[in-house]
């Protein structure tokens, strides 16, 4: 099952489990993680994040609205958005009020006539990635409906992928929301 929905070879998960030693045990089912938040460290540490092509924007609108509208459009583009950063925490796990978006996309997409403007990534309120990890897109059933939340309907990153961006991200207030997201990831709860 891992296999197929990551499209890798079921030998690669065998030699991943192995890898993985004692923080994961196989019961004859799958594969089930002994410690959950050391796996969700462990994998942190390991994982060297989705790489690409990033580009910064910059617009006065709400962060929940810049990563609604810029998913829309994405969407109408058939780049299969996926949300991440402040604003995808926040719709796993509310916290703390989102001040940047992320947003993974297929390919480029210009945002200049949709009310943002470029900006250095550092200054963005939006930042756009065309990442070079394809899994992101295997860990998300794109078949069901985008989620609502709050009037707004986006599809939101794996857990993991925005944890990973909140590990990682410069953000004031990121640590705390990693924390309170990876609590929500280990324990189905917040």
């Not at 890898?19 to 959950?36: E, N, P, S």
């Not at 990534?121 to 992101?136: G, K, N, S």
Request: proline share 5%; hydrophobic share 40%.
């Amino acid at each position: 099952m891992i296999a197929d929905a990551l499209g890798i070879s079921q030998q690669s998960v065998s030699n991943a489990a192995r890898y993985l030693g004692d923080l994961v045990h196989d019961q004859g089912k799958g594969l089930l993680a002994k410690d959950r938040t050391a796996l969700l460290s462990a994998w942190v540490s390991e994982y060297g994040g989705p790489g690409g092509q990033e580009f910064g924007w910059y617009s006065l609108d709400a962060v929940t609205e810049q990563a609604a509208k810029s998913s829309d459009l994405a969407e109408l583009l058939e780049l299969r958005p996926l949300v991440s950063g402040d604003v995808g925490a926040d719709r796993l796990a509310p916290w703390k009020l989102p001040t940047t978006a992320r947003l993974y996309v297929e390919d480029p997409i210009d945002l200049a006539g949709d009310g943002f403007v470029p900006a250095p990534i550092e200054e963005a309120t939006l930042v756009t990635c065309v990442p070079r990890d394809p899994t992101l897109w295997r860990l998300v059933d794109l078949r069901a409906p985008a989620s609502q939340a709050g009037g707004e309907t986006m599809r939101t990153a794996d857990a993991a992928i925005v944890y990973w961006d909140l590990v990682h991200s410069a953000d004031v207030g990121g640590d705390e929301a990693a924390t309170h997201l990876a609590r929500f990831i280990t324990n189905g709860s917040q």
